[in-house]
Structure formats: structure tokens, C-alpha cells
């Protein structure tokens, strides 16, 4: 088994989570891909090993993985969202207005303006995302 589904699989149980088969299948195609995927991406991936998955499990599991701060939710500017493991640290998004493409970048520190918003609007900011829309390379060379 993968390491970082061993660990979900340990974090889901201290949480009190049953760790089901349907379950288990999310988990391994999250940590497997490496990239974001929509909740209907990771049903159609993981009911090639689980084919009795309902999708309403992928987005109770996606969002219990969520909760646990082991995937982020990378919103898309059609209002959708997709999922991604959380891997360590801040990560920020950068999402291409044309194809959909997202790329995960580290982020400067923001402790700075994070601070200043916290103290200006009475705030306890616990996490925050940043995700700047825009044009990739390859849809810019489309044009």
C-alpha cells in the first residue's frame, strides 16, 4: 500500500472513519494521480477496481478527506471544484481560463497580509488558498 494511503487510512480510523473497501479505492486514486481530479474524474477512475461505487460516496469521502486537511478543494472558475492531495505546506493554484489546467506553485509568504487582514477585520484566519486564473502557455500559443 502506498504510504500516504496507509496514512489517510490511519487518520480516517483516529477520526473515526470506517475505512471501507469504496473507500479505500477514493484514496488510492487521489494519492495515485497526482493531480487534481473533479469528483465524477475520480468516480469513473476508481470504479475500474470497485465497480459497486456510487458517486455518492466519492464526495462524502472527498469530503471527509477534506475536513481531515488531507486534500484540498481547488475551486474552478465555472464554480466547480476538484480535489487534490494536500501534501505538505501551503500550495497555491494557478488555472488556465481556457483549457482548465491547474499547476500547484509555493507561495511566498503571506503571513505579512494574512496578519494585517486578521488584525483590521477581527478574524482568526486558520488556512487560506490562493488561486490566480489566467492563460497557460499552451492555450496562449493558441491564440
Given at each position: 500500500?502506498?504510504?500516504?494511503?496507509?496514512?489517510?487510512?490511519?487518520?480516517?480510523?483516529?477520526?473515526?472513519?470506517?475505512?471501507?473497501?469504496?473507500?479505500?479505492?477514493?484514496?488510492?486514486?487521489?494519492?495515485?494521480?497526482?493531480?487534481?481530479?473533479?469528483?465524477?474524474?475520480?468516480?469513473?477512475?476508481?470504479?475500474?477496481?470497485?465497480?459497486?461505487?456510487?458517486?455518492t460516496t466519492v464526495y462524502r469521502t472527498l469530503d471527509i478527506l477534506s475536513g481531515l486537511g488531507l486534500v484540498r478543494r481547488v475551486h474552478l472558475k465555472d464554480g466547480c471544484h476538484s480535489f487534490a492531495s494536500a501534501g505538505q505546506g501551503h500550495c497555491h493554484h494557478l488555472i488556465c481560463e481556457g483549457c482548465g489546467d491547474v499547476v500547484e506553485f509555493e507561495g511566498g509568504d503571506?503571513?505579512?497580509?494574512?496578519?494585517?487582514?486578521?488584525?483590521?477585520t477581527g478574524f482568526v484566519i486558520r488556512e487560506h488558498w490562493?488561486?490566480?486564473?489566467?492563460?497557460?502557455p499552451a492555450c496562449q500559443n493558441k491564440l
Open positions: 500500500m502506498d504510504v500516504e494511503v496507509a496514512e489517510w487510512v490511519e487518520k480516517l480510523r483516529l477520526a473515526g472513519y470506517k475505512v471501507t473497501r469504496q473507500r479505500r479505492v477514493v484514496l488510492e486514486v487521489i494519492a495515485a494521480v497526482g493531480m487534481h481530479l473533479t469528483p465524477t474524474e475520480v468516480y469513473e477512475r476508481a470504479r475500474v477496481n470497485c465497480p459497486d461505487l456510487g458517486l503571506l503571513s505579512p497580509l494574512i496578519n494585517r487582514v486578521a488584525q483590521s490562493l488561486e490566480l486564473f489566467g492563460t497557460c
